[in-house]
């Protein structure tokens, strides 16, 4: 795939848009849609659909600076000095913070080896349903009495009256979205409910927590797609398309925010926890049926740890040129290499061997790319001499 249809960059959006702030799990859906439109059959297709989708999330942080610009500009007076409110919310909004960006930076490729996989993923989607439905529960049946009074031993708090050892539990609980198929909106919102926020208030403080949250991972992934060393995702997939994505991603982000607001002041968070558990029997179906595939870009392209095989090998950027006298010999001896590799059961693997057959016999010297591969794995007679 060397480019992104605008209708395909259009429905990641809409995708994204819509389930960035509901506790439904982004990334599980972000996954499915994905695999559905096919877009994720290459190695590098697939590590630039997963920086596509961390990038457009701008969409959705764009959505959330519009609805809620009164409260970012209480929270700028907060900083100059001029509102002591927004500058406690300020506050509380850089704890809650804090701990999630630590361990996101120190654990997030580690996460991604041992995490991004369906077990886990669809563990996440489930237990997080059930969890959704249970602190729905006790919250209600908690602040039944005296919720309304502030006196009371069991009142709710506002924005404005969260402590900081409150943002401090929400923002650890935060950390459990760095589990793929938790969803940092659910974690937030429901650790907004255990400190005692009704559930729109939750709801805002998550959306305003996401800001630096989702503005962070936002320009790390945009930056470390840039300067990978690899086509980045505007030369793979193109602008247009991206372009597409984000606006898309902050049209619906906005309508799925007023609507979420609406929702939980009305019935609160066990619809979607049923959601959730429905999300993931259907999810748990399609990785058993084959249909959608819950790995990392890299172990797409090496299933099996002890093959050593290495995450570049069908990165056209990163093929290894090697100047030979016989053009022609080489040719077919890659050929035969990539008849191996399908034979030991990597027949996923998107190659073309006529690639290897058609060269330019009459450059000088002759060149041919050739797949970078381990000689202990490759067993050909004449590769140890290549």
């Not at 610009?69 to 929270?75: E, G, H, K, Y």
């Not at 729109?200 to 790390?220: Q, V």
């Amino acid at each position: 795939m060397t480019a992104l249809t605008p209708w395909h960059a259009a429905i990641l959006g809409l995708v994204e848009g819509i389930t960035e702030y509901l506790p439904v799990s982004s990334t599980g859906h972000l996954i499915l849609v994905t695999s559905l439109l096919g877009l994720d059959r290459s190695a590098d297709a697939k590590r630039n659909i997963d920086a596509f989708e961390i990038v457009i999330q701008g969409g959705a942080i764009l959505a959330v600076v519009g609805l809620y610009w009164p409260r970012i500009v209480q929270i700028a007076m907060g900083l100059i000095g001029k509102n002591p409110a927004g500058f406690r919310l300020a506050i509380n909004l850089a704890i809650a913070f804090i701990p999630a960006a630590i361990l996101g930076v120190l654990l997030k490729d580690r996460i991604e080896q041992h995490l991004f996989h369906p077990a886990p993923v669809l563990a996440a989607l489930g237990i997080g349903g059930l969890a959704m439905i249970i602190i729905g529960r006790w919250q209600r049946a908690y602040f039944r009495v005296n919720g309304d009074d502030p006196s009371g031993p069991h009142s709710f708090v506002d924005l404005e009256h969260l402590t900081w050892k409150r943002a401090l539990l929400i923002g650890a609980l935060q950390c459990l979205a760095l589990w793929p198929g938790t969803s940092r909106s659910m974690v937030t919102i429901v650790g907004g409910m255990i400190a005692g926020m009704r559930p729109k208030h939750a709801a805002e403080f998550s959306f305003l927590l996401g800001l630096p949250t989702l503005g962070g991972a936002c320009l790390y992934s945009l930056a470390k797609n840039l300067r990978g060393g690899h086509p980045n995702m505007f030369e793979t997939l193109g602008p247009i398309p991206i372009v597409i994505g984000i606006a898309v991603a902050a049209i619906s982000a906005a309508i799925a925010v007023r609507w979420l607001v609406g929702f939980l002041s009305r019935h609160g968070l066990s619809a979607f926890g049923w959601y959730r558990i429905a999300l993931c029997a259907v999810m748990a179906i399609l990785v058993w049926r084959g249909v959608i595939d819950i790995r990392p870009h890299a172990s797409k392209v090496s299933p099996t740890a002890d093959r050593h095989v290495s995450s570049r090998l069908l990165r056209e950027d990163l093929l290894h040129q090697i100047a030979i006298a016989d053009a022609d010999r080489l040719a077919q001896e890659g050929t035969e290499c990539i008849a191996q590799f399908r034979d030991r059961g990597m027949a996923h693997l998107d190659v073309e061997p006529a690639r290897y057959e058609r060269l330019e016999l009459d450059e000088q010297p002759k060149v041919v790319n050739l797949i970078e591969v381990d000689a202990h794995i490759v067993d050909h007679p004449n590769l140890a001499q290549l």
